[in-house]
């Protein structure tokens, strides 16, 4: 019982990178329990993906958010990149 209940518990550290991932490439079943779990628990990460959500649907407005299987991570950041610094410039 203690290796499941181990397997299913997550740290802040480890949920805050899966709520992360989920954001870019998706869960895998495991994943998604795990952090449903921690996240029904716990005030702070449940906070955490909310902002996250809503920093997700503010790139995605700017045009640089996607979910590609064509798109590599690297050219997802370097597109980022560009948008922030044109927006810095134009301010």
């Not at 802040?12 to 870019?24: F, M, P, Q, T, Y």
């Amino acid at each position: 019982m203690s290796k499941w209940m181990s397997t299913l518990m997550l740290s802040c550290k480890k949920a805050s990178e899966l709520i992360d991932k989920s954001d870019i490439q998706g869960l895998n079943l495991i994943e998604r329990v795990q952090l449903s779990m921690h996240t029904s628990m716990c005030k702070g990460c449940q906070a955490y993906h909310h902002q996250s959500n809503k920093l997700n649907i503010l790139i995605g407005k700017m045009g640089t958010y996607h979910k590609s299987p064509n798109e590599n991570a690297a050219d997802k950041v370097d597109a980022l990149k560009s948008k922030i610094l044109e927006k810095i410039k134009d301010e």
